[in-house]
């Protein structure tokens, strides 16, 4: 078996911004597998911040059928004043555990945290 990877993140005052490649070849002819995501933020002042990024991974059939690749987006909002914290994500995933069928999901989470 053998893995393999890359990733870059360029950072310049409030934005930051990254990508990155990786790649599985599994023994023995199982089934290989391929990633690429990419993703950005910016901080809007120092109590928040938005990050928005996309990854699509790759399944790679070896019995002759379709490669199958699973799909996700995300977008990230985090505010914090003092000791609170307010997060939210909303995640949109397209072919999950790669499904044959489009199979669609999506998340939405609010957290709030507080530190004494």
């Known amino acids: 078996a053998e ?3 890359i990733q870059a993140v360029f950072t310049m005052g409030q934005i930051s911004a990254g990508w990155g490649e990786w790649y599985d070849n599994a023994a023995d002819g199982g089934n290989d597998y391929s990633m690429e995501a990419w993703s950005a933020s910016f901080t809007v002042n120092d109590n928040l911040s938005i990050s ?3 990854m ?3 399944r790679h059939q070896t019995a002759g059928t379709a490669d199958i690749t ?3 987006k995300a977008i990230n909002i985090a505010y914090s004043m ?3 914290a307010v997060k939210f994500k909303n995640t949109d995933t ?3 555990n ?3 069928a489009t199979l669609d999901q999506e998340r939405n989470e609010i957290a709030v945290s507080f530190s004494f």
């Open 98 to 100: 790669y499904g044959a």
């Open 3 to 5: 893995a393999v990877g």
């Open 70 to 72: 699973a799909q996700i």
């Open 94 to 96: 397209s072919r999950a």
């Open 82 to 84: 003092g000791s609170m």
């Open 56 to 58: 699509d991974d790759t």
């Open 52 to 54: 928005y990024g996309e």
